[in-house]
């Protein structure tokens, strides 16, 4: 199992490249992770059993030290997150968003990599994504609410930006907040 990396480890700010499908067969597609090459479909494998294994619903590839646009997700974990349900685990490979809507809505989100704080972004309510699912077929899908709200945050990771950039002059406020989270952690030798 690979490490969530945490703010403020630049690879969390930095853009990922995006995989290169130089092969039709998912398995001899290499990923260079931080403890060596696995092939694409084990690397996919981590970072959905590590989501899992977390209070979280979805998973971007830098979060593991991998910078490379891959993100993993289920909608389903919203609402109960002890009851894993994996029905709907969804894998976007080089996810683009092509299109947002004019409206947009705030509610709370959370980020294993902003661990200690919680706070309410703005984001499009529906938006057009296309990917590569794990059998590199081109999918297009339109996405709404929570699950929109959960795409553009883990597309935001592939970009280098954390929930805490939507925040525009309030972003400060949520990193001191971070940095006392951080200390009092600590503190506390957890
Ligand atoms: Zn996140």
Known sequence: MLNILKAPNPILTADCAEISINSNDPSKIMVDTPEGMVTLP???????ATMYSRPCCGLAA???GVQRKIIVYNPDLENDPDEKDTDRTIIMINPLITNSSEAMEKDIETCLSLPGIEASVKRHTEITVIYLDEDLKAQTMVAKDWEAR???????HLNGKLFWDRLGPMKQTYMNKYQLAKKRKKRHGK
Request: charged content about 10%.
């Open 42 to 48: 084990v690397f996919i494998s981590v970072m959905v």
């Open 62 to 64: 830098p979060q593991l």
């Open 150 to 156: 959960i795409i553009q945050h883990e597309v935001d």
